[in-house]
Structure formats: C-alpha cells, structure tokens
C-alpha cells in the first residue's frame, strides 16, 4: 500500500496524517551520549569499572574511547534517524584541553566549548546531568553523605552543573533539562531510613540556590529502586521525588522507566502527575525485570508511553533516552531505539484519541475495545516510510546497511 492510500484510510477515521508527520518534527527527543562508551565519559581513569550503582554489560568490539570518535559516532548516528534530536551530556564527558583537567565540583562552561561548537554545527540543543557516580568521593553516599565535605563537594558539583546548563541554554537556544540523579542507598537494610533523606533534600535545596533562568533551565529529580550495591535501600525513592517536586515550584518530576517495581508501568503515572503538574521528564528505556536499561523497541509498554504523552499533552513533557548496551553494536543499539521512540509516538499521534474518548465518556466500551484493536491494523508502516522520507532519513530497510559499512570501515579499527 502506498502513503497516498494509507493518508486516505486514516482520514476516512478524521485522522491526518500530514498533521500527525509535521508535528512530530517539532517534538525533541534527546540523545544520550553514553550509549557510545559504556558511560565511561572523559574525566576519570575509563580501565576503572563503574560505581554507584552503574553496570555495563557486554564487550562488543568498537566502543568510543575519545571525544573525537564518540562526537563521529552521533554523527553516523544523527544520519540514520528521523526528526527532532537534540544531545543529552552527562558531566563525565567535560573536554579538557592542553593538559587541563578539573575535578567536578570544579566544572566550567568551557570544559563544554566543544560540544557547544559540536552541537551549534548540527542545530542540536542539549539537555545534562551532574555525574553522581564514579568517582573516589562516592562513598557510596554522595548528596546524603554523612561526612559535611563530601556533601559540599557533590553540592558545588551541582551548582556547577547549574552554571553549565545555563550556558547550553544561551548558546544554543534551546532549554536545557538538568536532570539530578544518585545512586545514593545501602546494600543491606539501613538503621536509619530518614536521616539520609533529610540531608538529600537539604543538599539539592542548597544546590538549587544557584541562580539560574528558570524558563532555559529545568531541574529535574530522578527516582530509582535499587541500583548495583545499593539493593536494600535508594534515598531517592520514588515517592522522595514526587514529593520534592510536587513542594517547589521550579522542580520537574523525571519518570526512567526502568526505575519502578517490575509491575508498575510508567505510561500509567503521567497523567498521575500531569494533573497537577505544567511539565513532565521522561527517561524511556526498556527494563527486562529490573532497570537493565535494554535498548527500546517498539512494544506495548513504549507505544501505551507515547499514547499517554499525546493525550495528555506532548509539549508539556520532555523526552529522553536512557539505555547502555555493550553487548551489540553500539551504533545500531543508539539508532533503533531512537527510531522506536519516534515510530511509537508516530503511532500515538495517528490514533483517533477524541473518538475514542468520546466512547469512554459514554460508557460505551464494547465500541471502545473494538475500535482500538481496529487502529492496531491501520497501514501505520506506510506512513512511517513517509515520516522517514520527508526527514531524509533511510526507511528500515536499509539504514543498517550504512551502519554495518561503518562497523566495517571505522569501529572494527579500534581496540
């Protein structure tokens, strides 16, 4: 079947599809920069395995090992994906020049010139996140540490990040999600469950004592369960966060999805908090029974996401990805998980939503259940196809091609 025939289907239902393909052009989803390197980043020792609650798996041959060839990397990415896409650092990745290193609580602007310049070349914005994990000082307690100088070497690292955010925002135009997120907690089960909170919170306030435009950069708090070392007990819990967000004004809920109870699902919490909230941040990643941070595919818990960001309002929430995997190729885990996320929110903006509202409110739902089983076999692939052409992106078909000529020619060159 042919877009002209699929454009006509979905229009005999009120749906249009050219309207559905140019809004999700508009719509940024951020790129994470750690899928390229296993979260290594720059500023630490990379033979050092990772702390904090952060694990790799996997040895795939090919990973990035300097800013030059992650920042080519993205490049073969940004080739062989459709629509809005802007860059998601995290602190580790700060670029030194001519033997200068920093330590983190002591991060300038300027340690991030180069992926400015990178980003400003490609019409990218980006958003960043403070690095809470490997390094010395994670103990494995950071913002709620006991110890007073290491909560003040993790607090001036926020506050620089703040600083960092801000000059993203100004050069490149676009707002800047800073997103705050520990591996904080205790492996076994803790004595004293509230003190680590009460320093947690009384460590983010005085980060956020930071000045900062508040329209260019939105802070955000992450929530986990349980990270690597840190089964027992996560100081950032769920309900931490929702709570902390929910009491300032000037502070975004961010929702991973790998981040919750293996029976809860994140589609069913966004209009939970977009009820009393004007944004939302969303990490979208695949948990396989606990955060593994698998690649995203197009399935159902991804497609019900993007359906609930539609109805309840796609410019009010930000989207990002979050996934690390060693164990394929790099470049194709980045690419088909970017493509899953546009094709599922695709999928979301060619669902007849009032339609089937109007059903729900009328208390009509044998009609409903119809209906939606119905959409399921809609011809979806042909406009998805023409999503990609307009982009000027390969259809999936052929884009791993190009990513097997680049295994071939430049990652299988690295050691």
Not at 46 to 71: C, D, F, H, V, W
Not at 173 to 187: F, H, L, Q
Not at 314 to 336: C, M, P, T
């Given at each position: ?33 750690w ?7 720059f ?19 090919g ?74 000082k ?6 709620s540490?006991?110890?007073p100088?290491t ?12 600083r ?50 508040k329209?260019?950069?939105y ?54 908090i ?5 944004h ?11 955060d ?55 999928y ?35 406009v ?31 050691k």
């Amino acid at each position: 079947m042919s877009y002209a025939e699929a454009k006509q289907k979905y229009a005999a239902l009120g749906i249009d599809t050219d309207a559905a393909i140019a809004k999700l052009r508009t719509v940024p989803v951020a790129l994470h920069c750690w899928q390229g390197d296993d979260v290594r980043g720059f500023d630490t020792d990379p033979s050092k395995p990772l702390t904090g609650g952060i694990q790799t798996t996997g040895n795939y041959p090919g990973r990035a090992s300097t800013p030059e060839q992650l920042m080519a990397d993205i490049d073969e990415v940004l080739k062989l994906i459709p629509g809005k896409a802007k860059m998601n650092l995290h602190a580790s990745y700060a670029i030194f020049e001519n033997g200068e290193w920093a330590d983190r609580d002591r991060l300038e602007p300027k340690h991030f010139r180069k992926w400015v310049e990178y980003c400003k070349a490609r019409g990218l914005g980006c958003d960043f996140n403070p690095t809470f994990f490997s390094h010395p000082k994670c103990d494995p307690l950071t913002l709620s540490s006991t110890d007073p100088e290491t909560r003040k070497f993790w607090i001036d690292h926020g506050k620089a990040c703040i600083r960092i955010s801000q000059y993203l925002a100004e050069e490149l135009g676009e707002p800047c999600v800073m997103n705050i997120w520990t591996g904080d907690g205790y492996k076994d089960v803790p004595a004293d469950r509230l003190g680590p909170r009460v320093r947690y919170k009384e460590s983010i306030d005085e980060i956020l004592t930071e000045p900062r435009d508040k329209d260019k950069v939105y802070v955000t708090v992450e929530s986990k369960v349980f990270g690597i070392g840190v089964e027992s007990y996560t100081v950032g819990s769920a309900e931490w966060c929702l709570k902390y967000a929910s009491g300032r004004d000037d502070v975004v809920c961010l929702m991973d999805c790998g981040h919750y109870h293996p029976t809860e699902v994140v589609s069913d919490k966004i209009s939970s908090i977009l009820t009393y909230d004007d944004h939302l941040a969303l990490h979208i990643t695949r948990p396989v029974r606990w955060d593994s941070d698998h690649v995203v595919l197009f399935d159902d818990e991804t497609r019900e996401i993007c359906r609930e960001i539609v109805r309840c309002g796609i410019d009010k929430v930000f989207i990002a990805l979050d996934y690390f995997d060693a164990s394929i190729n790099r470049i194709s885990a980045w690419v088909n998980g970017f493509r899953n996320t546009q094709k599922s929110l695709l999928y979301a903006l060619l669902q007849n939503n009032e339609a089937l509202k109007k059903l729900q409110d009328e208390g009509n739902f044998t009609r409903l259940m119809t209906e939606q089983e119905r959409m399921k076999t809609m011809p979806f692939g042909d406009v998805w196809d023409e999503y990609c052409r307009v982009c000027g992106a390969p259809d999936d078909g052929s884009w791993f091609l190009e990513s097997e000529r680049y295994e071939k020619e430049e990652l299988s060159k690295r050691k």
